[in-house]
């Protein structure tokens, strides 16, 4: 497990990774000019779109801070994933460091339920690439 250290921790890539593991639910909370103006600029969907993939990244990026968190100053996004509340209440349990290796964050309290299903969750992660070479 790395060390994490102020040098190698980045959270706008934890915001990217929450926002690319939770993209279908939340552009869902969109509003349907959001959805097409995104539709329109993306290049999956649009061959002719205008935008680079580095540029409608940083749009969708924008348009995630903007209209899902409410457009909330950075320290206070960060504040809510860290501690899980409002919109991160229910992320994930992983943080990704730069070099793409997922570390697992697991808390000392809650419940023996909330234990269990960590650890499911893990032993699923664990088990699901054995069990597709087999």
């Known amino acids: 497990m790395p060390n994490y250290t102020p040098d190698n921790f980045a959270f706008y890539e934890q ?3 929450y926002y690319h593991a ?3 639910k939340i552009r869902a909370r969109y509003n349907d000019l959001t959805r097409k103006f995104l ?4 290049c999956a969907e ?3 779109a205008y935008l680079r993939q580095p540029q409608f990244e940083a749009l969708e990026m ?3 801070i903007k209209e899902f968190l409410g457009n909330a100053q950075v320290y206070e996004i960060f504040d809510d994933w860290r501690n899980r509340r409002a919109r991160f209440a229910d992320a994930t349990i992983y943080s ?5 290796q997922m570390r697992l964050m697991v808390r000392t309290h809650g419940s023996s339920q909330r234990r269990m299903a960590i650890i499911e ?3 699923i992660c664990l088990l699901r ?4 070479l087999l």
């Not at 539709?39 to 993306?42: E, P, S, T, V």
């Not at 990704?96 to 793409?100: E, H, I, L, P």
């Not at 690439?129 to 597709?132: D, G, S």
Request: proline content about 7%; overall charge positive.
């Open 129 to 132: 690439p054995i069990v597709q």
């Open 96 to 100: 990704v460091s730069r070099d793409g």
């Open 46 to 48: 649009n061959p002719t």
């Open 22 to 24: 939770n993209r279908r």
């Open 121 to 123: 969750v893990i032993a």
């Open 39 to 42: 539709a329109y600029n993306d």
């Open 62 to 64: 924008y348009i995630f």
């Open 15 to 17: 915001l990217q990774h």
